[in-house]
Protein backbone atom coordinates (compact mmCIF):
# COMPACT_ATOMS: atom_id res chain seq x y z
CA UNK A 1 0.00 0.00 0.00
CA UNK A 2 2.68 2.54 0.98
CA UNK A 3 4.40 1.38 -2.67
CA UNK A 4 1.06 2.21 -3.69
CA UNK A 5 0.74 5.93 -2.51
CA UNK A 6 4.18 6.41 -3.11
CA UNK A 7 3.57 6.12 -7.09
CA UNK A 8 0.25 8.50 -6.78
CA UNK A 9 2.13 11.02 -4.92
CA UNK A 10 4.64 10.83 -7.43
CA UNK A 11 2.33 10.72 -10.31
CA UNK A 12 0.63 13.94 -8.85
CA UNK A 13 3.77 15.79 -8.49
CA UNK A 14 4.96 15.29 -11.83
CA UNK A 15 1.25 16.36 -13.46
CA UNK A 16 1.28 19.13 -11.29
CA UNK A 17 5.09 20.01 -12.75
CA UNK A 18 3.76 19.80 -16.66
CA UNK A 19 0.59 22.19 -15.69
CA UNK A 20 2.91 24.64 -14.22
CA UNK A 21 5.12 24.57 -17.21
CA UNK A 22 2.40 25.07 -19.37
CA UNK A 23 0.12 27.47 -17.82
CA UNK A 24 4.07 29.56 -17.33
CA UNK A 25 4.25 29.42 -21.03
CA UNK A 26 0.81 30.48 -21.75
CA UNK A 27 0.69 33.57 -19.95
CA UNK A 28 4.36 34.44 -20.69
CA UNK A 29 2.75 34.49 -24.71
CA UNK A 30 0.05 36.51 -23.81
CA UNK A 31 1.82 39.07 -21.63
CA UNK A 32 4.52 38.86 -24.78
CA UNK A 33 0.79 39.88 -27.27
CA UNK A 34 -0.05 41.99 -25.07
CA UNK A 35 2.46 44.51 -25.11
CA UNK A 36 3.51 44.26 -29.15
CA UNK A 37 -0.55 44.90 -29.34
CA UNK A 38 0.44 48.25 -27.00
CA UNK A 39 3.05 49.08 -28.79
CA UNK A 40 0.79 48.86 -31.53
CA UNK A 41 -1.27 51.29 -29.94
CA UNK A 42 0.78 53.80 -29.72
CA UNK A 43 2.65 53.56 -33.05
CA UNK A 44 0.28 56.10 -34.90
CA UNK A 45 0.75 58.70 -32.72
CA UNK A 46 4.35 58.74 -33.98
CA UNK A 47 3.50 58.13 -37.35
CA UNK A 48 0.38 61.17 -37.30
CA UNK A 49 2.86 63.75 -38.45
CA UNK A 50 4.19 61.40 -40.99
CA UNK A 51 1.08 62.28 -43.41
CA UNK A 52 2.36 63.70 -46.30
CA UNK A 53 3.04 60.58 -47.99
CA UNK A 54 -0.42 59.66 -48.10
CA UNK A 55 -0.99 62.20 -50.93
CA UNK A 56 2.03 60.63 -52.86
CA UNK A 57 0.56 57.21 -52.46
CA UNK A 58 -2.66 58.92 -53.65
CA UNK A 59 -0.96 60.21 -56.86
CA UNK A 60 0.92 57.05 -57.62
CA UNK A 61 -2.27 55.27 -57.91
CA UNK A 62 -3.83 57.25 -60.06
CA UNK A 63 -0.97 57.46 -62.52
CA UNK A 64 -1.36 53.64 -62.29
CA UNK A 65 -5.00 53.76 -63.23
CA UNK A 66 -4.41 56.81 -66.05
CA UNK A 67 -1.70 54.21 -67.85
CA UNK A 68 -4.34 51.44 -67.41
CA UNK A 69 -6.86 53.64 -69.11
CA UNK A 70 -4.39 54.83 -71.81
CA UNK A 71 -3.65 51.06 -72.64
CA UNK A 72 -7.15 50.61 -72.67
CA UNK A 73 -7.17 53.06 -74.97
CA UNK A 74 -5.14 52.29 -77.39
CA UNK A 75 -5.96 48.33 -77.58
CA UNK A 76 -9.17 49.86 -78.39
CA UNK A 77 -8.68 52.82 -80.47
CA UNK A 78 -8.15 52.67 -84.28
CA UNK A 79 -7.68 55.68 -86.66
CA UNK A 80 -10.73 55.72 -88.28
CA UNK A 81 -13.24 54.68 -85.10
CA UNK A 82 -15.17 58.05 -84.60
CA UNK A 83 -17.74 56.96 -81.89
CA UNK A 84 -19.66 53.66 -80.60
CA UNK A 85 -23.64 53.92 -79.76
CA UNK A 86 -23.81 52.27 -76.64
CA UNK A 87 -27.78 50.97 -75.08
CA UNK A 88 -28.11 47.88 -76.75
CA UNK A 89 -29.60 45.42 -74.26
CA UNK A 90 -28.62 42.65 -76.82
CA UNK A 91 -27.15 41.61 -80.07
CA UNK A 92 -27.56 44.29 -82.52
CA UNK A 93 -29.23 42.03 -85.88
CA UNK A 94 -29.63 45.02 -88.08
CA UNK A 95 -29.11 49.21 -89.13
CA UNK A 96 -30.09 51.30 -91.67
CA UNK A 97 -29.30 54.57 -92.63
CA UNK A 98 -32.15 57.30 -93.61
CA UNK A 99 -31.81 59.28 -97.16
CA UNK A 100 -31.09 62.13 -94.95
CA UNK A 101 -27.73 60.31 -93.99
CA UNK A 102 -28.44 61.65 -90.14
CA UNK A 103 -31.22 59.32 -89.14
CA UNK A 104 -29.80 55.37 -88.35
CA UNK A 105 -32.40 52.71 -87.63
CA UNK A 106 -31.06 49.54 -85.41
CA UNK A 107 -32.58 46.64 -84.57
CA UNK A 108 -32.34 44.39 -81.53
CA UNK A 109 -32.21 41.49 -80.03
CA UNK A 110 -33.59 42.92 -76.76
CA UNK A 111 -37.10 43.31 -78.68
CA UNK A 112 -36.56 47.21 -79.53
CA UNK A 113 -35.57 49.34 -82.62
CA UNK A 114 -33.84 52.79 -82.25
CA UNK A 115 -33.32 55.44 -84.52
CA UNK A 116 -30.44 57.79 -83.46
CA UNK A 117 -29.84 61.61 -84.51
CA UNK A 118 -26.68 61.86 -85.82
CA UNK A 119 -26.20 65.40 -85.71
CA UNK A 120 -22.55 64.98 -85.25
CA UNK A 121 -20.50 61.76 -85.79
CA UNK A 122 -18.01 63.31 -82.81
CA UNK A 123 -20.80 64.00 -80.18
CA UNK A 124 -20.34 62.53 -76.70
CA UNK A 125 -23.78 60.93 -76.92
CA UNK A 126 -27.20 60.84 -79.26
CA UNK A 127 -30.90 61.62 -79.10
CA UNK A 128 -32.74 58.14 -79.87
CA UNK A 129 -36.35 57.37 -80.70
CA UNK A 130 -37.50 53.84 -78.89
CA UNK A 131 -40.10 51.81 -80.50
CA UNK A 132 -40.63 48.99 -78.95
CA UNK A 133 -41.96 46.07 -80.85
CA UNK A 134 -45.08 43.78 -79.78
CA UNK A 135 -44.57 41.74 -76.65
CA UNK A 136 -42.65 38.42 -77.94
CA UNK A 137 -41.11 40.10 -80.88
CA UNK A 138 -37.22 40.04 -81.79
CA UNK A 139 -36.34 42.29 -84.64
CA UNK A 140 -33.98 40.74 -87.55
CA UNK A 141 -33.66 43.68 -89.72
CA UNK A 142 -35.06 47.17 -90.19
CA UNK A 143 -35.28 49.66 -93.03
CA UNK A 144 -36.73 53.11 -93.91
CA UNK A 145 -39.74 54.08 -95.77
CA UNK A 146 -40.30 56.94 -97.61
CA UNK A 147 -39.07 59.68 -94.98
CA UNK A 148 -36.99 59.23 -91.89
CA UNK A 149 -40.39 59.13 -89.89
CA UNK A 150 -41.53 55.67 -91.43
CA UNK A 151 -39.17 52.81 -90.17
CA UNK A 152 -40.22 49.01 -91.46
CA UNK A 153 -38.85 46.34 -89.12
CA UNK A 154 -38.87 42.42 -89.36
CA UNK A 155 -39.50 40.65 -86.33
CA UNK A 156 -39.34 36.69 -85.79
CA UNK A 157 -41.59 34.82 -82.58
CA UNK A 158 -42.77 31.74 -82.37
CA UNK A 159 -45.79 31.76 -84.55
CA UNK A 160 -43.59 33.25 -87.87
CA UNK A 161 -42.14 36.41 -89.18
CA UNK A 162 -44.32 39.60 -89.04
CA UNK A 163 -43.84 43.16 -90.81
CA UNK A 164 -44.24 46.55 -89.67
CA UNK A 165 -44.21 49.64 -90.58
CA UNK A 166 -44.16 52.32 -87.94
CA UNK A 167 -44.78 55.75 -88.93
CA UNK A 168 -45.36 59.17 -86.45
CA UNK A 169 -48.72 59.57 -84.90
CA UNK A 170 -50.35 62.31 -85.58
CA UNK A 171 -50.21 65.14 -82.68
CA UNK A 172 -53.42 66.37 -81.28
CA UNK A 173 -55.27 69.66 -81.70
CA UNK A 174 -54.04 71.86 -78.47
CA UNK A 175 -54.48 75.50 -77.78
CA UNK A 176 -51.80 78.04 -78.61
CA UNK A 177 -51.94 78.85 -74.73
CA UNK A 178 -51.43 75.37 -73.77
CA UNK A 179 -48.42 74.25 -73.41
CA UNK A 180 -46.51 72.34 -76.46
CA UNK A 181 -47.72 68.43 -77.18
CA UNK A 182 -45.41 66.28 -76.68
CA UNK A 183 -43.02 64.96 -79.79
CA UNK A 184 -45.69 62.07 -81.42
CA UNK A 185 -44.78 58.99 -80.64
CA UNK A 186 -44.27 56.44 -83.67
CA UNK A 187 -47.19 53.76 -84.08
CA UNK A 188 -48.06 50.95 -86.17
CA UNK A 189 -49.91 51.60 -89.52
CA UNK A 190 -49.54 48.81 -91.31
CA UNK A 191 -48.57 45.11 -90.39
CA UNK A 192 -48.41 41.76 -91.83
CA UNK A 193 -47.84 38.34 -90.12
CA UNK A 194 -46.18 35.13 -91.22
CA UNK A 195 -45.63 36.70 -94.10
CA UNK A 196 -42.65 33.79 -95.08
CA UNK A 197 -44.26 31.14 -92.94
CA UNK A 198 -42.59 30.03 -90.41
CA UNK A 199 -39.21 31.21 -91.82
CA UNK A 200 -37.15 34.34 -90.75
CA UNK A 201 -36.70 37.67 -92.71
CA UNK A 202 -32.89 37.43 -93.17
CA UNK A 203 -32.23 40.98 -94.93
CA UNK A 204 -34.75 43.77 -95.70
CA UNK A 205 -33.61 46.75 -98.69
CA UNK A 206 -35.42 49.27 -99.48
CA UNK A 207 -34.60 51.94 -102.97
CA UNK A 208 -36.48 54.76 -104.09
CA UNK A 209 -38.34 54.09 -107.56
CA UNK A 210 -36.85 56.30 -109.54
CA UNK A 211 -36.06 54.15 -112.81
CA UNK A 212 -38.42 54.23 -115.45
CA UNK A 213 -41.68 55.95 -114.65
CA UNK A 214 -41.55 54.43 -111.26
CA UNK A 215 -43.28 56.92 -108.84
CA UNK A 216 -40.15 57.85 -106.86
CA UNK A 217 -41.86 55.69 -104.13
CA UNK A 218 -39.87 53.55 -101.59
CA UNK A 219 -40.00 49.56 -102.13
CA UNK A 220 -38.73 47.12 -100.00
CA UNK A 221 -37.44 43.73 -100.78
CA UNK A 222 -37.86 41.44 -97.91
CA UNK A 223 -35.50 37.92 -98.13
CA UNK A 224 -36.23 35.18 -96.28
CA UNK A 225 -34.46 31.90 -95.08
CA UNK A 226 -35.66 30.33 -97.65
CA UNK A 227 -35.81 30.92 -101.29
CA UNK A 228 -38.78 33.36 -101.00
CA UNK A 229 -38.37 37.16 -101.80
CA UNK A 230 -40.82 39.53 -101.24
CA UNK A 231 -41.24 43.08 -102.70
CA UNK A 232 -43.71 45.32 -100.50
CA UNK A 233 -45.01 48.96 -101.08
CA UNK A 234 -43.46 51.15 -98.09
CA UNK A 235 -46.22 53.45 -97.46
CA UNK A 236 -48.98 51.20 -98.13
CA UNK A 237 -47.86 47.39 -97.13
CA UNK A 238 -49.36 46.09 -100.28
CA UNK A 239 -47.34 43.15 -101.90
CA UNK A 240 -45.71 44.08 -105.56
CA UNK A 241 -44.79 40.79 -106.32
CA UNK A 242 -42.26 38.09 -105.42
CA UNK A 243 -39.18 36.06 -106.65
CA UNK A 244 -38.29 32.27 -106.07
CA UNK A 245 -34.66 32.02 -106.11
CA UNK A 246 -34.63 27.99 -106.51
CA UNK A 247 -31.60 28.09 -105.16
CA UNK A 248 -32.07 25.70 -101.57
CA UNK A 249 -31.55 28.27 -99.00
CA UNK A 250 -31.10 32.12 -99.34
CA UNK A 251 -28.12 34.10 -97.90
CA UNK A 252 -29.56 37.91 -98.65
CA UNK A 253 -30.75 40.00 -101.46
CA UNK A 254 -30.66 43.77 -102.29
CA UNK A 255 -32.34 46.66 -104.87
CA UNK A 256 -30.49 48.63 -106.84
CA UNK A 257 -30.37 51.90 -105.77
CA UNK A 258 -32.98 53.19 -109.02
CA UNK A 259 -34.77 50.35 -107.85
CA UNK A 260 -34.57 48.42 -111.24
CA UNK A 261 -32.93 45.42 -110.16
CA UNK A 262 -33.06 42.60 -107.54
CA UNK A 263 -30.43 40.63 -106.85
CA UNK A 264 -30.14 37.46 -104.72
CA UNK A 265 -26.87 35.45 -103.41
CA UNK A 266 -27.91 31.94 -101.92
CA UNK A 267 -26.61 28.56 -101.42
CA UNK A 268 -25.12 28.25 -105.43
CA UNK A 269 -22.37 30.04 -106.94
CA UNK A 270 -24.67 32.00 -109.57
CA UNK A 271 -26.56 35.12 -108.75
CA UNK A 272 -29.70 35.43 -110.22
CA UNK A 273 -31.17 38.99 -111.39
CA UNK A 274 -34.72 40.51 -111.31
CA UNK A 275 -35.69 43.46 -113.13
CA UNK A 276 -38.82 45.22 -111.52
CA UNK A 277 -41.48 46.77 -114.08
CA UNK A 278 -43.08 49.67 -114.19
CA UNK A 279 -46.51 50.99 -115.44
CA UNK A 280 -47.21 54.39 -116.98
CA UNK A 281 -48.63 55.40 -113.43
CA UNK A 282 -45.89 54.79 -112.24
CA UNK A 283 -46.88 52.00 -110.26
CA UNK A 284 -44.91 48.42 -110.29
CA UNK A 285 -46.76 45.92 -113.14
CA UNK A 286 -44.48 43.04 -112.10
CA UNK A 287 -41.21 41.31 -111.44
CA UNK A 288 -39.24 39.37 -113.97
CA UNK A 289 -36.32 37.19 -114.09
CA UNK A 290 -33.74 39.16 -116.73
CA UNK A 291 -29.99 37.47 -116.15
CA UNK A 292 -27.96 35.14 -114.17
CA UNK A 293 -24.01 36.05 -113.18
CA UNK A 294 -22.26 33.05 -113.80
CA UNK A 295 -18.28 32.43 -113.04
CA UNK A 296 -17.69 31.54 -109.15
CA UNK A 297 -16.35 28.63 -108.29
CA UNK A 298 -18.24 28.15 -104.95
CA UNK A 299 -21.25 29.99 -102.94
CA UNK A 300 -21.86 33.57 -103.22
CA UNK A 301 -21.68 35.09 -99.86
CA UNK A 302 -22.87 38.71 -100.75
CA UNK A 303 -23.31 41.43 -103.02
CA UNK A 304 -24.28 44.87 -103.53
CA UNK A 305 -24.75 47.25 -106.29
CA UNK A 306 -22.82 50.15 -107.41
CA UNK A 307 -24.50 53.50 -106.94
CA UNK A 308 -25.30 53.95 -110.56
CA UNK A 309 -27.30 50.62 -110.78
CA UNK A 310 -25.26 49.64 -113.52
CA UNK A 311 -22.53 46.87 -112.06
CA UNK A 312 -22.71 44.36 -109.08
CA UNK A 313 -19.74 43.24 -106.77
CA UNK A 314 -19.42 39.91 -105.28
CA UNK A 315 -17.70 37.77 -102.86
CA UNK A 316 -17.39 34.16 -102.81
CA UNK A 317 -16.12 31.16 -100.46
CA UNK A 318 -13.84 30.18 -103.63
CA UNK A 319 -11.90 33.62 -102.27
CA UNK A 320 -12.73 36.08 -104.81
CA UNK A 321 -14.74 39.05 -105.40
CA UNK A 322 -15.66 40.04 -109.10
CA UNK A 323 -17.18 43.33 -110.41
CA UNK A 324 -19.68 42.54 -112.69
CA UNK A 325 -21.19 44.86 -116.16
CA UNK A 326 -25.05 44.46 -115.64
CA UNK A 327 -26.31 47.12 -118.20
CA UNK A 328 -26.50 44.92 -121.20
CA UNK A 329 -28.80 44.57 -123.51
CA UNK A 330 -30.33 41.56 -121.61
CA UNK A 331 -33.41 41.27 -123.90
CA UNK A 332 -30.98 40.61 -126.90
CA UNK A 333 -29.29 37.48 -125.27
CA UNK A 334 -26.48 39.81 -123.95
CA UNK A 335 -24.88 38.16 -120.77
CA UNK A 336 -23.54 40.32 -118.27
CA UNK A 337 -19.98 40.60 -118.31
CA UNK A 338 -17.17 39.89 -115.44
CA UNK A 339 -15.36 43.77 -115.49
CA UNK A 340 -12.60 42.66 -112.76
CA UNK A 341 -11.82 39.73 -111.04
CA UNK A 342 -9.95 40.09 -107.29
CA UNK A 343 -8.52 37.57 -104.67
CA UNK A 344 -9.90 38.51 -101.03
CA UNK A 345 -6.58 39.15 -99.26
CA UNK A 346 -7.97 37.48 -96.24
CA UNK A 347 -5.53 34.02 -95.20
CA UNK A 348 -5.77 31.84 -91.77
CA UNK A 349 -2.44 30.66 -89.74
CA UNK A 350 -2.32 28.22 -92.43
CA UNK A 351 -2.40 30.25 -95.44
CA UNK A 352 -5.98 28.91 -96.94
CA UNK A 353 -8.01 32.14 -98.20
CA UNK A 354 -11.08 33.13 -95.90
CA UNK A 355 -14.06 34.89 -97.49
CA UNK A 356 -15.63 37.70 -96.93
CA UNK A 357 -19.39 37.47 -94.66
CA UNK A 358 -20.61 41.28 -95.96
CA UNK A 359 -20.14 44.04 -98.70
CA UNK A 360 -21.03 47.13 -98.45
CA UNK A 361 -20.01 50.19 -101.36
CA UNK A 362 -19.48 54.03 -100.31
CA UNK A 363 -21.64 56.73 -101.88
CA UNK A 364 -19.21 57.62 -104.31
CA UNK A 365 -18.58 53.90 -104.97
CA UNK A 366 -15.08 54.01 -104.57
CA UNK A 367 -14.62 52.38 -101.01
CA UNK A 368 -15.65 48.95 -100.43
CA UNK A 369 -15.89 47.61 -96.84
CA UNK A 370 -16.17 43.90 -95.86
CA UNK A 371 -15.93 42.12 -92.89
CA UNK A 372 -14.97 38.56 -92.09
CA UNK A 373 -15.92 37.23 -88.35
CA UNK A 374 -14.95 40.54 -86.07
CA UNK A 375 -12.74 41.69 -88.65
CA UNK A 376 -13.14 44.79 -90.96
CA UNK A 377 -11.29 45.91 -94.11
CA UNK A 378 -11.59 48.70 -96.53
CA UNK A 379 -9.90 48.40 -100.29
CA UNK A 380 -10.19 50.51 -102.92
CA UNK A 381 -12.56 49.33 -105.54
CA UNK A 382 -10.61 50.26 -108.30
CA UNK A 383 -7.36 48.02 -107.68
CA UNK A 384 -9.03 45.66 -104.94
CA UNK A 385 -5.64 47.11 -102.79
CA UNK A 386 -6.86 47.14 -98.75
CA UNK A 387 -6.89 50.70 -97.90
CA UNK A 388 -6.93 49.76 -94.16
CA UNK A 389 -7.55 47.12 -91.54
CA UNK A 390 -9.17 47.15 -88.19
CA UNK A 391 -8.40 43.48 -86.61
CA UNK A 392 -11.03 43.47 -84.41
CA UNK A 393 -13.63 46.28 -85.12
CA UNK A 394 -15.80 44.85 -82.58
CA UNK A 395 -15.61 42.12 -79.87
CA UNK A 396 -17.99 39.92 -81.73
CA UNK A 397 -18.69 38.93 -85.42
CA UNK A 398 -20.20 41.86 -87.30
CA UNK A 399 -23.84 41.19 -88.02
CA UNK A 400 -24.84 44.12 -90.37
CA UNK A 401 -23.01 47.68 -91.95
CA UNK A 402 -24.17 50.58 -94.10
CA UNK A 403 -22.71 53.91 -95.09
CA UNK A 404 -24.78 57.07 -94.90
CA UNK A 405 -25.64 57.89 -97.96
CA UNK A 406 -24.59 61.33 -96.98
CA UNK A 407 -21.54 62.22 -95.74
CA UNK A 408 -21.70 63.85 -91.72
CA UNK A 409 -20.40 66.53 -89.83
CA UNK A 410 -17.68 65.30 -87.49
CA UNK A 411 -16.32 68.43 -85.45
CA UNK A 412 -15.02 70.61 -87.81
CA UNK A 413 -14.98 68.48 -90.93
CA UNK A 414 -17.73 66.35 -93.25
CA UNK A 415 -16.28 62.46 -93.29
CA UNK A 416 -18.10 59.44 -95.02
CA UNK A 417 -19.60 57.07 -92.58
CA UNK A 418 -19.56 53.40 -92.28
CA UNK A 419 -21.66 52.02 -89.37
CA UNK A 420 -21.43 48.26 -88.13
CA UNK A 421 -23.25 46.37 -85.64
CA UNK A 422 -22.07 43.30 -83.50
CA UNK A 423 -23.27 40.58 -81.25
CA UNK A 424 -21.31 42.41 -78.93
CA UNK A 425 -24.60 45.01 -78.06
CA UNK A 426 -22.21 48.01 -79.66
CA UNK A 427 -23.13 50.01 -83.04
CA UNK A 428 -19.63 51.59 -84.24
CA UNK A 429 -19.14 54.54 -87.01
CA UNK A 430 -15.91 54.67 -88.88
CA UNK A 431 -14.45 57.06 -91.15
CA UNK A 432 -14.05 56.59 -94.32
CA UNK A 433 -10.05 55.84 -95.05
CA UNK A 434 -8.11 58.63 -97.40
CA UNK A 435 -7.86 57.48 -101.08
CA UNK A 436 -5.54 55.37 -102.12
CA UNK A 437 -2.37 56.96 -103.43
CA UNK A 438 -0.74 55.65 -106.65
Known amino acids: MDSAAAIVVASLVVGAAIA ?156 SNKQLPKLPMPEIKWEHHKVHEQRAILTLSGATASYDSGDSSTIIASCSEGTDIIIWHAKTG ?80 DGSMRIWNINVRYHLDEDPKTLKVFPIPLQDSCGATLHYDRLSLSPDGKILAATHGSLLQWLCIETGKVLDTAERAHDGDITCMSWAPQSIPTGDRRVDVLATASVDKKVKLWAAPPPQTS
Request: charged content about 20%; hydrophobic content about 35%; aromatic content about 8%.
Open 20 to 175: LIFFGNYFRKRRSEVVSLAAADLQPQHKNPVKPPQPAARKIHARSNAHGADKDKNKRHHPLDLNTLKGHGDSVTGLCFASDGRSLATACADGVVRVFKLDDASNKSFKFLRINLPAGGHPTAVAFGDDVSSVIVASQNLSGCSLYMYGEEKPKNSD
Open 238 to 317: KILGNVDTNQLKNTMSAISPNGRFIAAAAFTADVKVWEIVYSKDGSVKGVTRVMQLKGHKSAVTWLCFTPNSEQIVTASK
